[in-house]
Structures are given as structure tokens and as C-alpha cells.
């Protein structure tokens, strides 16, 4: 997941399933930290980013099933 020339960054579900949202719009989160899981049929999924960013957007309501691909929340890349 690379930041667009805006800093934004799409996290993606690699995974069709159960979605779980573990931020908030408007929260900053660090390089790990664990953003949302996905729970499909035999595989759980977990959602970090790569560099400490700010939740700008959740796409998606918690428990909703996604496919694999579906777009869950957008962040924007902030500098240490």
C-alpha cells in the first residue's frame, strides 16, 4: 500500500469476509498498529499501515462482509 501524490493511502481487503474497524476517522495511528481485521472462511486477515498516518475516511460499517479488494478506509501519511 503506497501513499498517491496526495500522502493518501487505500487499505485494502485481500480477502472476502467479515470486516472488524478498529479506528476512528480523525485518529492517528502508527507503523503496526493494527487498523482492521478481516475474518473470512479459513483465514483472518489483519490491516496495518507502513508509516504513522491519520485515519481521513471509513469506507466500510463494521460487521459488513467484503469481497477481496473492497476499499475499507483511507489514510493520510504524516511525517514522525
Known amino acids: 500500500m503506497l ?4 500522502g493518501l493511502v ?12 478498529r479506528v476512528t476517522v480523525g485518529q492517528q495511528v502508527y507503523t503496526g498498529q493494527c487498523l482492521a481485521v478481516v475474518e473470512g472462511d479459513l483465514e483472518l486477515e489483519s490491516l496495518s499501515v507502513r508509516n504513522p498516518s491519520v ?16 476499499c475499507l478506509l ?3 501519511e504524516i511525517s514522525d
Open 3 to 6: 501513499a498517491d501524490r496526495e
Open 74 to 76: 483511507r489514510v493520510r
Open 55 to 70: 485515519v481521513e475516511e471509513i469506507l466500510v460499517e463494521c460487521g459488513s462482509d467484503v469481497s477481496a479488494g473492497t
Open 10 to 21: 487505500r487499505i485494502r481487503a485481500n480477502l472476502s469476509g467479515e470486516v472488524e474497524i
